[in-house]
């Protein structure tokens, strides 16, 4: 699965991306069995806080279909450079004196030019 190739039907191994609602998108990998935390094959059942999902019934259904949990639904994405980002943690990044300078030399700032800095926080 690549982000260059678009394909309609989900296949085994494909990647997918499972859209809960807007805050929650992830990205989960197409396979009838997966490993158990003590190492144990077991299915591949992925939980949501509206209910469970059996990946391998995704095999077969064309991309963007609503798919039925035990407690409600989502949608299953083709993935896309957006949606991968989206569904990634972001953390706060702190920038140190250090860091600074580099970028201050970088942008070969000097005494009276305007700096327009914005950000989330």
């Known amino acids: 699965m690549s982000f260059s190739a678009y394909k309609e ?19 989960i990998r197409v396979t009838e069995k997966t490993l158990s935390k003590k190492g144990v094959e077991v299915e591949n059942i992925f939980q949501t806080k509206y209910g469970a999902l059996k990946v391998s019934d995704l ?35 702190i920038l140190y004196a250090t860091d600074i300078a580099m970028v201050i030399l970088q942008l070969e700032l000097k005494p009276g030019c305007v700096v327009v800095e914005s950000g989330t926080g």
């Open 59 to 93: 095999v077969g259904k064309k991309f963007g279909t609503k798919v039925s949990l035990s407690k409600g639904y989502a949608y299953v994405l083709h993935p896309t450079p957006e949606l991968w980002t989206k569904s990634l943690p972001h953390r706060t990044q």
């Open 9 to 27: 039907v989900i296949e085994e191994n494909d990647f997918a991306m499972l859209y809960v609602n807007f805050s929650t998108i992830i990205p």
